[in-house]
């Protein structure tokens, strides 16, 4: 047991000793908060302000289309072909061209300078159409007071009818957003660290000082020194991330409020940002307030938390011991993609999945997939914030140990045999073979 | 005299290969057992046997009369044949790790480093990376990482690969002198010339089976084959014509004016009728019986060949 230590500190040591740790600790939280602040920067940078020359050969539309802060309309008592010619002497930006015909054609035409963006073609399309719908509605003897009347905009929520009668409202987004980050970042954590313990035990084979170290302590004892003590890294490199992000923020925040940046501003082109954008901005203040309360009251964060360390632990050592295998049976890095392979597949096939788990995370597809110990690690956690019987979750967590155990327990002995052999190429009927001899 | 260790018809197999196939050996207490064998025999899986890296199918395994256990790793030295450090690690801290893996304490490990860091005049190199350092002196460092932890029993396989010759002398010496101090050694090298030079017992191994044990010396003198080294000086000829029936010219030559012939006396022969044949013809200067080499007797048992003296090449 001393033994064991003994390694798990020299694989953790030299690890977090190494430059590029330090380097990628440091720079990942850069990173991350200059990606965040960067939106922020350019947001803030005001759009130049589009000039548009109207000429409304219908006359339907003048002094009808309302300017706006980025968009100004100016109407033309000039023909289109007069305008045209005169285009590059004035500063406008575009002509938007309204034929006479424009009820019956509904076409209307832009003519540019530079290609105009996208939403303001969209924008010129839409408020043009909308005016349009109006006067047409307005023809037919419909008055406008009726026509917001008959406006309709529903508000869905979703309820669920528990077994013992108690009704329980979700917000599916956050659920969403909350499973989707915590399976994203399990996912990354097995890929980068499982690696790392491949490449540690091909550089224990290939510098030959495996056969140094097992005569004094056993292969297991040497594996899992190995994987415990990268888990340690990986674990110490994504708490200094969270850290450094927090503190980061916050400073890079309060430079953001000193220089008299419009803090609402802020939070406005902030909560823009986030994936569910549109539904964030039409909602009120209360809706929002709801929305944090919902968050906190109908995904238990005690269980989320408590399941994301497991899954996340659980996983890492599951893959982490599987990956030691392959590192074993191989003698350099390019050897190593026909073995990874089924250990690949079931991860990169959790993250496709984790999408159709989210839009129905009671699926029986959802359900197998997360009791199943290889691809449970992610797509659990993308289950848990919809809310998972208790009877699912332990029972995903026991096969999660027990696929640990069973996984530990090959590992150990294709490791074993495989440390030892040089120069073959093995194969899985040799890895098969491995398994049963003795000790 | 007690044994330190040994091995009661130890069987290994892999699959279908057998690599060890009844093999006893006996270890004695403060000697150096040469395991010989050609490469593949089974050498390094009884190595690791010795070491419990693995186990054996069957057969029992005596350390200090003890049944051989997880216990007596700490007291059981291993230079193993494929060995190396890592790489981007220093010197001085690795060697604390490996000795630390054998059960040293850290103090112990670092005050029994210094002593041989000074001894083998490396002190500078505590704070290098070992890919900083050349081969001979990766093997140097090993070497001591081997025997810090002061063992009973050394396993060194092919101990002076990657030295130089004087880096060899200076291992060889230190080998000797871990003898003298009590330590019992098992030694696995393809060099019969160092066999006959350090090692007091051998043991052959070929395809897996053991073909030959015994003491360097008995085994030498079982070998002999009654062959003798002639130098005289007068005619060749007359020589050739001298010796009688009972003996087999093996070869002749000339360096400057001594005529040297090597003969091999048969059936029962004896070296006083040899000189009375050949005395009334030349003038002999000397007589002596050429013991086969360790190189040679490997090299006939191996190859299932009669001891063919000192034609082969010699590493």
Not at chain 1, 172 to 189: D, Q, R
Request: charged residues 20%.
């Amino acid at each position: 047991m001393n033994k064991i230590l003994l390694i798990i500190q020299r694989e953790y040591l030299t690890r977090v000793k190494k430059k590029s740790f330090i380097v990628m600790t440091i720079l990942g939280p850069i990173l991350m908060v200059g990606l965040v602040f960067a939106q922020f920067w350019i947001k803030m940078i005001p759009e130049e302000k589009q000039k548009i020359m109207v000429v409304d050969e219908s006359q339907l539309f003048i002094n009808k289309l309302e300017s706006t802060a980025n968009q100004s309309f100016t109407y033309s008592k000039n023909n289109l072909s007069f305008e045209q010619g005169n285009f590059y002497g004035t500063d406008y930006n575009v002509i938007l061209y309204i034929p006479a015909n424009i009820i019956d054609s509904q076409k209307i035409q832009i003519f540019y300078k530079k290609q105009p963006g996208l939403g303001m073609q969209d924008y010129i399309n839409t408020i043009v159409s909308k005016k349009l719908e109006e006067m047409k509605l307005l023809a037919s003897g419909i008055k406008l007071n009726q026509l917001e009347s008959i406006k309709t905009k529903l508000n869905l929520t979703t309820t669920k009818i528990e077994k013992s009668g108690n009704l329980e409202t979700k917000d599916n987004e956050v659920s969403m957003a909350l499973g989707f980050i915590a399976g994203i970042l399990i996912y990354i954590f097995i890929f980068l660290y499982g690696a790392q313990v491949m490449r540690g035990v091909i550089e224990e084979k290939t510098s030959r000082i495996v056969e140094v170290i097992i005569s004094s302590v056993k292969p297991f004892e040497l594996m899992m020194g190995k994987v415990v003590g990268i888990a340690m890294v990986g674990l110490t490199q994504f708490l200094l991330w969270i850290l450094l992000s927090a503190v980061g923020t916050s400073l890079v925040g309060n430079y953001f409020i000193k220089n008299n940046v419009n803090a609402n501003h802020m939070e406005e082109t902030f909560k823009t940002n986030v994936p569910q954008k549109a539904a964030f901005k039409e909602m009120s203040g209360d809706k929002k307030a709801e929305i944090m309360d919902s968050f906190f009251n109908q995904v238990n964060m005690p269980v989320m938390l408590f399941s994301f360390l497991f899954y996340f632990l659980g996983g890492y050592l599951l893959y982490g011991a599987l990956f030691a295998a392959v590192g074993s049976a191989v003698d350099n890095e390019a050897d190593t993609q026909q073995f990874m392979l089924p250990l690949t597949i079931p991860l990169i096939l959790s993250f496709t999945l984790a999408q159709n788990v989210m839009t129905n995370p009671e699926s029986s597809l959802a359900f197998w997939l997360s009791i199943f110990p290889l691809t449970s690690p992610v797509i659990m956690m993308v289950r848990i914030p919809f809310g998972v019987p208790y009877i699912d979750l332990i029972l995903s967590m026991l096969t999660l140990v027990a696929g640990f155990v069973g996984a530990t327990w090959v590992s150990a002995k294709i490791y074993r045999t495989g440390i030892l052999m040089y120069g073959k190429k093995s194969s899985y009927k040799e890895l098969w073979k491995w398994l049963f001899y003795k000790a | 005299m007690m044994d330190i260790f040994s091995a009661k018809s130890v069987v290994k197999k892999y699959d279908k290969y057998t690599a060890l196939d009844d093999v006893s050996i006996t270890v004695k207490k403060n000697s150096i057992f040469g395991l010989l064998g050609p490469n593949g025999a089974g050498k390094t899986s009884l190595i690791r046997i010795i070491n419990q890296i693995t186990g054996p199918d069957s057969g029992e395994l005596f350390f200090n009369g003890e049944r051989l256990q997880q216990k007596h790793i700490e007291r059981i030295g291993y230079l193993p044949e494929e060995r190396g450090l890592y790489k981007k690690m220093e010197v001085g801290e690795q060697a604390l790790y490996l000795a630390r893996l054998k059960g040293l304490s850290r103090q112990e490990a670092t005050k029994r480093l210094k002593y041989w860091f000074e001894k083998f005049e490396i002190t500078t190199w505590w704070n290098k990376k070992i890919e900083e350092l050349s081969k001979g002196m990766q093997q140097k460092v090993q070497f001591i990482v081997t025997v810090l932890h002061e063992p009973e029993l050394l396993i060194l396989d092919e101990p002076f690969s990657g030295f130089d010759p004087i880096n060899a002398n200076l291992i060889k010496n230190e080998i000797l002198e871990l003898k003298q101090k009590g330590t019992s050694i098992i030694f696995s090298t393809h060099n019969m010339a160092s066999v006959e030079e350090l090692c007091d017992d051998i043991a052959l191994i070929n395809r897996s089976k053991k073909i030959l044990e015994g003491s360097v010396k008995e085994i030498r003198k079982e070998y002999r084959t009654n062959t003798y080294k002639v130098e005289f000086t007068g005619n060749l000829i007359a020589f050739t014509n001298a010796i009688w029936t009972g003996c087999e010219l093996l070869e002749k030559h000339t360096e400057g004016n001594v005529n040297i012939a090597t003969v091999k006396l048969l059936n029962d022969a004896t070296p006083n009728q040899l000189l009375q044949a050949i005395m009334p013809h030349v003038m002999v200067n000397g007589l002596h019986e050429i013991i086969p080499s360790m190189n040679d007797i490997f090299i006939a048992k191996v190859s299932d060949e009669k001891i063919n003296i000192g034609s082969n090449f010699t590493e």
